[in-house]
């Protein structure tokens, strides 16, 4: 209750210190995707210089999961005993420290390792940040800032990518283990700059028996919805069972991984396919092409589906139109990949069959389906992740 001429608290939204963590946020997500875009465009160089295996290369390309599925598991277990701070902080460092092994000792094994022990560092990032944001964001932009989240994502991909089709096609003198060097400079930094923010500003749910070591007109500030969560601490357990119940929550979790499973092989073999669908443009003209399509198709369809969902239907806590609008970008996406056959070289048997169309609209036919297909997966993804979080318990929000 506000006292008559008191001024009123300042809400958590409008907090420099919220929005300045915000910020750090987006710019370290930038520098880990900074990795993935290299890795996806300099895969051809990686596995020459390397002598890597097809197979090798697909262990290469999908070596992040090995950490970041089970970090998702490891973060549940981290967040219930360990304050959120130090773990930001050493996995940042840690990132660092693993790409720097593997700049200055490259090989299969050291580039392996270090994929597979960054992405598991970094999931626990992954699995804070949104429970972050969905805790602390302003309530009329939470929507937003989750896409951006995803679009700095992208950003720090589409970066990596286009630094390292550069380097693939005209600066052949640098290598990837270099930028790989590159990587670790800014993931150390990212590591130090996450050192400099207060520990209760970081933390999303106060763990229990810990201590507040700010006031309590800070802790407002700093802290959302202390009325709302529950008064008796419940175990680990009891959270896991309240989230794993709820049907909305296994529904949306399902359409997400379809949607981060398409795009993600889409991504580290997005090369190989251009060269084989467009064998007479030049490096520089595929690498090109394949970066436009990854600035103006995910990145708008991100930002246009969290403007749709947040201005039409509401929010993403209006679960029936969210999911509506869900079913329609994957509606367009199936048909995308569906006419993928028409853009091929022959449809469906090579022995048998003739090219469906002329040589030279058979590349734009196929960026233009993979625009589609890109824009339609990306538009759904904030709302997707917000479904995700608003759907558990306040006090489950990480496990979800």
């Not at 990212?190 to 749910?205: E, K, N, W, Y």
Request: glycine residues 8%; hydrophobic residues 50%; aromatic residues 12%.
């Amino acid at each position: 209750m506000q006292v008559a001429g008191e001024a009123p608290a300042p809400q958590p939204s409008s907090s420099k210190a919220v929005q300045r963590f915000f910020a750090f946020i987006c710019v370290s997500t930038l520098c880990r995707a900074f990795e993935a875009g290299i890795c996806a465009s300099m895969m051809p160089k990686i596995a020459d210089s390397l002598r890597l295996s097809y197979v090798q290369e697909g262990v290469v390309a999908s070596a992040p999961d090995y950490g970041i599925v089970p970090a998702g598991f490891l973060a549940i277990l981290l967040f219930e005993r360990v304050d959120a701070y130090p773990v930001l902080v050493l996995g940042n460092l840690l990132i660092g420290a693993v790409a720097l092994w593997c700049a200055a000792f490259p090989s299969y094994g050291s580039l392996v390792t270090a994929r597979a022990v960054g992405g598991l560092a970094w999931g626990c990032s992954m699995v804070h940040y949104p429970a972050w944001i969905n805790a602390k964001g302003p309530a009329a932009s939470k929507t937003m800032w989750l896409a951006l989240s995803n679009v700095v994502l992208l950003g720090g991909i589409l970066v990596g990518f286009a630094v390292g089709g550069a380097c693939a096609s005209k600066f052949p003198e640098v290598t990837w283990d270099a930028l790989y060097g590159v990587e670790a400079a800014m993931m150390g930094a990212a590591g130090l700059a996450a050192a400099t923010f207060p520990a209760d500003l970081v933390q999303v749910v106060p763990r229990a028996g810990r201590k507040a070591s700010v006031d309590a007109g800070e802790r407002s500030e700093l802290l959302l919805g202390d009325a709302e969560r529950p008064r008796t601490p419940r175990s680990p357990w009891a959270k896991c069972r309240s989230v794993l119940a709820c049907r909305l929550f296994a529904w949306t979790v399902g359409a997400g991984s379809f949607v981060c499973g398409t795009v993600g092989f889409l991504l580290y073999f997005i090369a190989q396919v251009a060269e084989a669908q467009a064998p007479t443009w030049s490096p520089a003209v595929r690498y090109g092409t394949i970066s436009a399509v990854f600035v103006a198709a995910p990145i708008p369809g991100n930002l246009f589906g969290a403007r749709y969902v947040q201005r039409t239907c509401g929010g993403y806590e209006n679960f029936s139109k969210t999911h509506a609008f869900t079913i329609k970008c994957a509606f367009a996406g199936v048909v995308a990949i569906a006419c993928m056959p028409i853009a091929s070289f022959t449809s469906f048997d090579p022995a048998e069959r003739p090219a469906v169309l002329p040589g030279a609209w058979r590349p734009v036919l196929f960026c233009s389906l993979v625009w589609v297909f890109l824009f339609a997966g990306a538009a759904p993804t904030a709302a997707i992740n917000g479904i995700v979080l608003a759907a558990a318990p306040p006090d489950a929000s990480v496990y979800a």
